[in-house]
T-cell receptor, first 115, second 113 residues
Framework: ETGVTQTPRHLVMGMTNKKSLKCEQH?????MYWYKQSAKKPLELMFVYNFKEQTENNSVPSRFSPECPNSSHLFLHLHTLQPEDSALYLCASSQMYTNSNQPQHFGDGTRLSIL | AQSVAQPEDQVNVAEGNPLTVKCTYSVSGNPYLFWYVQYPNRGLQFLLK????DNLVKGSYGFEAEFNKSQTSFHLKKPSALVSDSALYFC???????????WGAGTKLIIKP
């Protein structure tokens, strides 16, 4: 499925670097999400944007900074990360955050490794 | 508090045999239930959902799931497993006006030829 595209697919960075993850959806959706996926753990919701407005921030450290310039694009800016931040970061979109019966559509993720 | 449990980290099934991946949930109201699949090096793909109505829900790739309110379960099933079904399966629940999905930890399904 190419509806949600994430770049880069892999990222290795040092703890003092600044980098950004990008997500783009071509599905005409109005809600976009960032998730963190670690092995053998449930997906952790990080941020939700609905119609470009941030509606959820699940106590995410400030070293992660989201940006949603429009309903099709979502960024996650990274700065001064820790080794425990190494994980797969997934972007998803859905019709509307408040439409509870609609599924989310996921990108293939960015595999992030912190040295 | 809402929660989802996938009691098996891994399920092994021989090709051609029926498969079941278990999911139980806890919510205070009516649940919206979802199954997703994740193939290696890919994101999650939606398989099926239960919102209301018929307790047996059919989804993609021949999968189905049965909603059981009394047992608070939503097990994923397929009558005849394929090697290509080998993947990681996630159950998720949402309750009413609480829009966040609550995810299970995932079950690795291995289908052996």
């Amino acid at each position: 499925e190419t509806g949600v595209t994430q770049t880069p697919r892999h990222l290795v960075m040092g703890m003092t670097n600044k980098k950004s993850l990008k997500c783009e959806q071509h599905l005409g959706h109005n809600a976009m999400y960032w998730y963190k996926q670690s092995a053998k753990k449930p997906l952790e919701l990080m941020f939700v944007y609905n119609f470009k407005e941030q509606t959820e921030n699940n106590s995410v450290p400030s070293r992660f900074s989201p940006e949603c310039p429009n309903s099709s694009h979502l960024f996650l800016h990274l700065h001064t990360l820790q080794p425990e931040d190494s994980a797969l970061y997934l972007c998803a979109s859905s019709q509307m955050y408040t439409n509870s019966n609609q599924p989310q559509h996921f990108g293939d993720g960015t595999r992030l490794s912190i040295l | 508090a809402q929660s989802v449990a996938q009691p098996e980290d891994q399920v092994n099934v021989a090709e051609g045999n029926p498969l079941t991946v278990k999911c139980t949930y806890s919510v205070s109201g009516n649940p919206y239930l979802f199954w997703y699949v994740q193939y290696p090096n890919r994101g999650l793909q939606f398989l099926l959902k239960y919102i209301t109505g018929d307790n047996l829900v059919k989804g993609s790739y021949g999968f189905e799931a049965e909603f059981n309110k009394s047992q608070t379960s939503f097990h994923l099933k397929k009558p005849s497993a394929l090697v290509s079904d080998s993947a990681l399966y996630f159950c998720a629940v949402r309750e009413g006006s609480n829009y966040q999905l609550i995810w299970g930890a995932g079950t690795k399904l291995i289908i052996k030829p």
